[in-house]
């Protein structure tokens, strides 16, 4: 009695509240466990008592996890695949317990597994007919990056959440169909024998907890995970340099350059740390390296002098290129490049970076650079996920695939976008990291993918007898690039060897804008990229540090 009147005060004093409630009997539970009781008492009642405090407390995570009727690992939720754990095995990734996406059943619509969240990932999304397949999309990020007006957002031309775009409002079935889901995962592997693919939760740096490791079966898998900063494995560059892919990098950079401008004006600054602090260099003289360039050169004239007098002559900017700027375009649009950069204060320095330091680069010649900001855009290669993957590998160690984005040797594996390459043997060039090849890639496959499902090809193994179609062709279209002061490069060629048509000056500056805002993905984010143009016109870019 003395123990029936003890849980009915401890439940008593819960009030009621689940979490309470459950720590409370838990407590209790360990309580019993220990206590030595004068009184003998039956091992009938203890473990009649034992077993009312496990379904008490089986019950409370009933109330907890099962409120869509669904039994489930607490990471994740699955409507008609329930997680399972999975029991010691001779795989690598199966030594510890996975929840899981388990296979599609028959009568269920195939799953289409899409890894990244970039323009090739977010293309193929937005064009999947899921009347035809449950969609799961793996990303770190759940946004995809509009990255051609990045670098505005990093002198406040343009606000952060104009550039991105939240992947569920690119394919909506993502949020609203109860097999089709985004997971805020890295994949870790891929088991092209099993069709399962390994993930690990990503959270905010220095959360000391594991990430969650699960895994999620496909019927058909789109690897569109893109690709990393190549670094050449100078060394200092990945703990010194600032890059310019993600909307964190650009944000990083506008912090450090504001506060390198703020901190320049406080007294007892000597001269020659104030012209380290304000002295922006830029590695790369590519199109993303070039109009960084302009954009900071143009919120120097425009905007530092007025709102930073004290310090305003000693910023600057150095473009260090290992070549020629723009080598992909014209030659006349790279010799106007060079002269209006040059006009609106941008030091053009031929040379290769041999060592990045804290404070200063060092050059292939021995000459030492310093600087306060630096912002390195050298291009990009295949990322540590793709080298681990084993498939076979283009030239330049990206993933390979055949005319029609098929990854050879293995079954219903495609690839796509910056970290998939053609293949020697199919006789093309592997395509450059551009997202306008990227967006053609994830079209065509679109395509391919709706032909597959609409003769019941969608299953694992099921396609091997379905015509495919015509392989995939790239045209290239144009390139364009701002070079600040509203004035751009439009070189409409198809390759650098043809003859086509090249404009240099305000009028292209107008169709780089124009174009670029009719390629913005939504409605939504064309207003705001409109409107921050229109506000930075009028009053200038915002200078605010936030962070």
């Known amino acids: 009695m003395a123990l029936v009147r003890a849980a009915r005060s401890s439940l008593r004093r819960s009030g009621g509240a689940v979490g309470i409630y459950a720590s409370e009997r838990n407590k ?20 009649g008592f034992n ?54 059943k028959p009568g269920e619509k195939p799953r289409v597994v899409v890894l990244g969240s970039g323009w090739a990932a977010c293309r193929f999304l937005k064009g999947l007919d899921t009347k035809l397949y449950d969609v799961v999309c793996i990303s770190p990020r759940n946004h995809m990056v509009f990255t051609p007006l990045l670098a505005s957002t990093c002198v406040g031309t343009l606000e952060f959440r104009s550039v991105a775009e939240p992947v569920s409002q690119i394919q909506k079935a993502l949020a609203k169909d109860p097999n089709s889901y985004f997971f805020l995962a890295s994949c870790s592997g891929v088991d092209t024998d099993k069709h399962e693919v ?22 058909k898998l789109v690897i569109a995970s893109g690709a990393d900063p190549l670094t050449f494995g100078i060394k200092g560059v990945r703990e010194n340099a600032f890059f310019l892919r993600e909307v964190y990098h650009a944000q990083e950079i506008r912090k450090k350059l504001l506060l390198n401008l703020m901190l320049s004006e406080n007294p007892g600054i000597s001269e020659e740390e104030k012209e380290r602090l304000l002295h922006c260099v830029v590695v790369g003289g590519g199109p993303t390296g070039v109009e960084f360039s302009g954009e900071l050169s143009d919120f120097i004239m425009r905007d530092v002098r007025q709102r930073y007098a004290h310090v305003k002559n000693y910023i600057r900017v150095t473009l260090i290129e290992a070549n020629e700027i723009l080598s992909s375009f014209d030659v006349g649009l790279r010799q106007y490049a060079t002269k209006h950069l040059t006009k609106v204060g941008v030091r053009l320095v031929r040379g290769v970076v041999k060592e990045v330091h804290p404070n200063k680069i060092v050059l292939s010649d021995g000459s030492d650079v310093p600087y306060g900001l630096l912002v390195w855009s050298t291009g990009v290669g295949p990322s540590e996920f793709v080298r681990s993957l084993n498939v076979p590998k283009s ?17 219903d594996v495609f690839a796509l976008g910056d970290c998939a390459g053609f293949l020697e043997h199919t006789g093309k060039p592997v395509l450059p990291a551009l997202a306008q090849v990227a967006e053609r890639q994830g079209k065509y496959l679109v395509g391919l993918f709706n032909n597959i499902g609409k003769q019941n090809g969608g299953k694992a193994l099921s396609a091997k007898e379905i015509s495919l179609g015509d392989p995939f062709v790239y045209r290239h279209l144009g390139s364009m690039a701002s070079v600040g002061r509203y004035k751009a490069l439009v070189d409409l060629r198809q390759s650098k060897d043809e003859k086509g048509i090249s404009l ?44």
């Open 28 to 47: 209790f539970c360990e309580g019993i466990s220990s206590l030595n009781h004068p009184a003998p008492i039956s091992e009938n009642a203890v473990a």
């Open 395 to 411: 030239p330049g160690g990206r993933v390979g695939v055949d005319e029609w984005l098929r990854v050879p040797s293995v079954e």
């Open 504 to 547: 240099a000056g305000f009028v292209s500056w107008f169709i780089w804008r124009s174009a670029y805002l009719t390629r913005v993905i939504s409605w939504r984010n064309r207003i705001y990229v409109a409107m921050n143009w229109a506000t930075t016109l009028v009053f200038g870019r915002d200078n605010t540090r936030i962070g």
């Open 51 to 104: 077993s009312s405090c496990i379904l008490s407390i089986q019950r409370i995570n009933e109330i907890r996890l099962g409120k869509r009727g669904v039994k489930f690992t607490p990471q994740y939720q699955f409507s008609h695949a329930q997680a399972q754990v999975v029991e010691d095995s001779d795989s690598e990734h199966e030594s510890s317990k996975y929840p899981s996406l388990e296979a599609t």
């Open 198 to 219: 390994y993930c690990e939760t990503v959270g905010d740096e220095g959360v000391s907890h594991e990430p969650y490791r699960f895994k999620v079966a496909y019927d």
